[in-house]
């Protein structure tokens, strides 16, 4: 049967395929779940074909670390230095990263977080990246004249409204996120976005409206 085939190019796969089956574990189960066995079967693999790939388990993990911190905290600050005519329009490009998966993996994110509890190296680099997050938004702040003091505190209310959203895992439909969106603006910057602004940003999330 089709569903039956090995994935990736011959039989011992790809590393980008390993990878990918072990996110999938992650999401599922935690760290606890990333094995080299379970992966391999999931795979319909050989056991041995993950060594053509990784010298070990430590080096896998250390790609999904590495996935981590390019697809979330790179796009996040990515999103934060996007050239933007308003603080609100800065803000909305930063939404982004809430409303698009592509951008911001929120799974991963949460699934990070609960190893990062459980291993001390983790726990350093998650650190890091909450810090290196909120230095990036209060670095935007204060590009649009915000004063150091009120754009740290502003970018931290922020990242942390967020981080709430996806530790308590929220479930909030696009539709209602947008009712929500420009009385979030104003609370984080203490101004309103423009309809145009606001127009912009539903147009460029249009597919996600009807979900």
């Known amino acids: 049967m089709e569903d039956e085939a090995p994935l990736g190019r011959g039989w011992r796969g790809t590393e980008a ?39 070990d388990r430590d080096a896998l993990l250390s790609a999904l670390v590495r996935r981590w911190q390019d697809k979330n905290t790179g796009n996040l600050i990515r999103q934060t230095e996007l050239p933007a005519p ?14 698009a998966p592509e951008l911001f993996d929120a799974p991963l994110d949460v699934a990070m977080r609960d190893w990062a509890r ?24 204060e590009r649009y004249g915000y004063v150091p003091e009120e754009a740290d505190i502003r970018a931290t209310t922020i990242y942390l409204t967020q981080v709430g959203y996806i530790t308590l895992g929220t479930d909030e439909t ?3 996120r947008l009712t929500r969106i420009p ?11 423009t309809d145009a ?14 979900r």
Request: glycine fraction near 6%; charge should be positive.
């Open 17 to 55: 395929g390993w990878t990918d089956a072990a996110y999938e574990l992650l999401i599922e189960g935690g760290v606890e779940a990333v094995k080299i066995q379970p992966l391999a079967k999931r795979l319909k693999l050989s056991r041995t074909s993950f060594y053509w790939h990784f010298a």
């Open 86 to 99: 308003t603080i609100a329009s800065a803000v909305l490009n930063l939404f982004d990263c809430w409303i």
């Open 118 to 141: 459980t291993d001390i190296r983790l726990g350093a680099a998650f650190e890091a990246a909450d810090a290196s997050r909120i230095g990036a938004i209060r670095a935007m702040f």
């Open 174 to 176: 696009f539709q209602v």
């Open 183 to 193: 009385t979030y603006l104003e609370t984080f910057t203490g101004k309103r976005a």
């Open 197 to 210: 602004e606001l127009a912009a940003f539903t147009a460029r999330h249009h597919a996600r409206i009807s």
